[in-house]
């Protein structure tokens, strides 16, 4: 196969194209600056276009991971503003892009988030639930949105509505550890909001998944099928690391150092389904948190 990856260096894009190559796809790289090694990259500017468009022809899929990086530093408007603009623009340029492709590919798989739902308490959410009203709903919603030009042109697509990803390598995980491995770790506010997570292997294991299922289009969450409260993740993690975790961080604190990010990314409930991906048949390799995190931090 000939995939092209965005987000190809990021966390989950790293996973993937390790796997893809080692399942012998020739992957291709939507890059932002070339590297010494062009053989395998396209240029494109997320805001403007991609450069040579033409090299688009013959790909078997597509997938989407590119984006600003949600949690670091406080929301100021002009970093909401790139978060949206990567995001919303970006996907709108490249799903045109790829409509507009004489020999179109079969699927085109791009990120979304389950911020999408905005925070619910425990209501359950599966991909039917309606979306939420917060800046992060509506950056995902949108984001969503901007693929509607690939489907119409008849390409599979498919939305990934990512969980919190947990890896030793980079992302949620790796942030709390310090603090935790210290002892001074702890639930965030009141603890009982929702968290929704998935392991880097699942990730990748249901990008795969989604790549070889042609009846899946549409929205997927991409979460493992065990959501637990950020107090039931705190004493989890701090198990798995044989480490107290009796310093709560009140919400007041949280909301003083991240400001709107504290209420609508870190406090947020959550509790969602993987609906779609169970009744396809997908199988979690780490579909509990205790397994996960062991097998994570023993890398």
């Known amino acids: 196969m000939k995939i092209l990856v965005s987000g190809a260096s990021g966390l989950v894009g790293n996973a993937v194209v390790g796997r893809l190559s080692s399942r012998g796809a020739h992957v291709l790289r939507l890059v932002r600056k070339p590297s010494p090694d062009q053989s395998s990259e396209i240029l494109w500017n997320p805001q403007k276009g991609i450069e040579a468009a033409g090299k688009l022809e013959g790909l078997d899929a597509v997938i989407h991971l590119a984006g600003e990086p949600i949690a670091e530093g406080r929301w100021t408007e ?4 790139r978060i949206r603009e990567s995001r919303v623009v970006g996907t709108k340029i490249l799903a045109e892009a ?3 492709l004489e020999r179109k590919p079969s699927a085109f798989l791009s990120a979304s988030a389950i911020g999408y739902y905005g925070s619910r308490g425990s209501e359950i959410l599966t991909e039917e639930s309606r979306p939420g009203d917060d800046f992060l709903a509506e950056v995902c919603r949108e984001w969503e949105e901007a693929t509607t030009p690939a489907a119409r042109a008849g390409i599979r697509t498919v939305q990934m509505r990512f969980g919190i990803i947990l890896s030793s390598k980079g992302g949620a995980l790796t942030k709390m550890l310090m603090p935790f491995k ?3 770790g702890g639930r965030l506010g009141s603890g009982e909001q929702y968290m929704s997570w998935i392991a880097i292997d699942d990730v990748v294991g249901v990008v795969e998944h989604l790549l070889d299922t042609d009846s899946l289009s549409g929205p ?6 065990s959501p637990v409260t950020n107090r ?8 798995v690391l044989s480490r107290p975790t009796i310093f709560p961080v009140p919400k007041f604190a949280m909301r003083l150092a991240f400001g709107e990010m504290a209420d609508v990314a870190l406090l947020a409930s959550q509790r969602v389904e993987p609906a779609r991906l169970k009744a396809s048949g997908y199988v979690f390799k780490y579909p509990e948190l205790k397994e996960a995190l062991r097998h994570i931090l023993k890398e």
């Open 78 to 81: 002009d970093k909401k503003r």
């Open 98 to 100: 790829l409509a507009g």
């Open 182 to 184: 210290l002892g001074i």
């Open 220 to 225: 997927v969450n991409t979460v493992a099928p």
């Open 232 to 239: 039931e993740f705190t004493k989890a993690l701090g198990d």
